[in-house]
């Protein structure tokens, strides 16, 4: 019975790591799509050197955030299989502890930018000041308490998590990773609409575009399993349905790094730096790939590994 609780209570704790996750990520999708429509707005264009470099800055801010949260995904997928385990619980939460702070550095320089175009220098300098000392002590302010629980170090042995805990998982993961696709999705078709893109050298619509087919294919990946649990298992929890599910989730996070890869080069493009634009879309397109599935399949042991690619 002891035993029971136990793994009750760490399915709890990875449901919620997981739930935290995608709050974070629901943040960033709002400033990611900024991020990236801003570079396309007429004010862009009258905006000092210094608010350019800080929307450059942001935007780089940001894009390491976002990956950062998709790492938990990408473990549980193919280095936990589904399971639950103290280290992957341990690893959501360091996790989540560092994309809080690129994301507070883009938070930050944007209400910089935003209370500069209002209130000139000393009021954006102040704006930024108190978002950031709130993001600050309100993030990383709790490491000073105290009164904080100390855990013991996460076992080795990973839980066999039952079926229908792994579905809740796998789908609550989808939908950590779909915002993310939404933010880029949206920009991504208002901005063929926009004046300054008819202004792009023609590479760079086509960059565009390949970049727009990548994302809005890995949206339709993360919609597929809602469909296919309604029509194919009527609604029914199988192990056909979370390999299928795991499966769409890392398909459409292969597909979203050359979509975020691809319009990074356009925003470069965009903003002056067209020789800086290629090398920093493929160090992306790398990093990316690096850290999402590289260094995950590295984590997988050998007899692991073998299951995951004969699947």
């Known amino acids: 019975m002891s035993s029971f609780a136990k793994v009750t209570k760490l399915q709890t704790k990875v449901k919620n790591a997981l739930d935290e996750a995608r709050i974070l990520m629901l943040g960033a999708q709002v400033l990611l799509g900024f991020q990236y429509r801003g570079f396309f707005e007429k004010g862009y264009d009258e905006l000092p050197p ?12 940001l894009l390491v955030s976002v990956g950062a949260l998709f790492l938990p995904a990408s473990r549980h997928r193919l280095v936990e299989q589904g399971n639950d385990s103290e280290k992957f619980h ?17 938070l930050t320089l944007d209400l910089g930018v935003a209370g500069e175009r209002v209130l000139g220098p000393w009021g954006g300098a102040a704006c930024a000041a108190i978002v950031g000392g709130a993001a600050l002590a309100l993030w990383y302010g709790h490491f000073a308490r105290g009164d904080r629980k100390e855990h013991a170090v996460p076992e080795e042995k990973m839980e066999k998590t039952p ?25 991504q078709l ?22 727009l087919a ?24 199988t192990e056909r349905f979370h390999d299928f599910a795991s499966k769409m989730v890392l398909l459409a996070m292969a597909l979203l790094a050359p979509g975020f890869a691809a319009d990074l080069y356009v925003v470069l493009v965009r903003a002056g730096l067209p020789g800086f634009a290629w090398p920093a879309a493929i ?29």
Not at 223 to 236: F, K, L, Q, T
Not at 294 to 310: Q, T, V, Y
Request: aromatic share 8%; with cysteine; hydrophobic share 55%.
């Open 163 to 187: 079926l229908e805990h792994r579905i809740v998982q796998v789908l609550t993961e989808a939908r950590v990773v779909l915002p993310g696709a939404q933010a880029l999705l949206g920009f």
């Open 90 to 106: 341990k690893f959501t939460m360091l996790v989540m502890r560092f994309a809080l702070a690129p994301f507070g550095i883009a």
């Open 283 to 311: 160090a992306l397109l790398l990093l990316y790939y690096g850290v999402w599935f590289g260094a995950m399949l590295l984590l997988c042991k050998p007899p692991r590994l073998r299951r995951l690619l004969l699947r």
């Open 214 to 237: 990548c994302i809005a294919l890995g949206t339709v990946m993360l919609m597929a399993p809602a469909a296919y649990h309604r029509i194919v298992e009527r609604g029914e929890d």
């Open 190 to 211: 208002a901005m063929v609409l926009m004046e300054p893109f008819g202004q792009l050298p023609k590479e760079a619509k086509i960059v565009h575009l390949v970049g």
């Open 50 to 61: 210094g608010d350019r470099f800080c929307e450059l800055a942001g935007l780089a801010a």
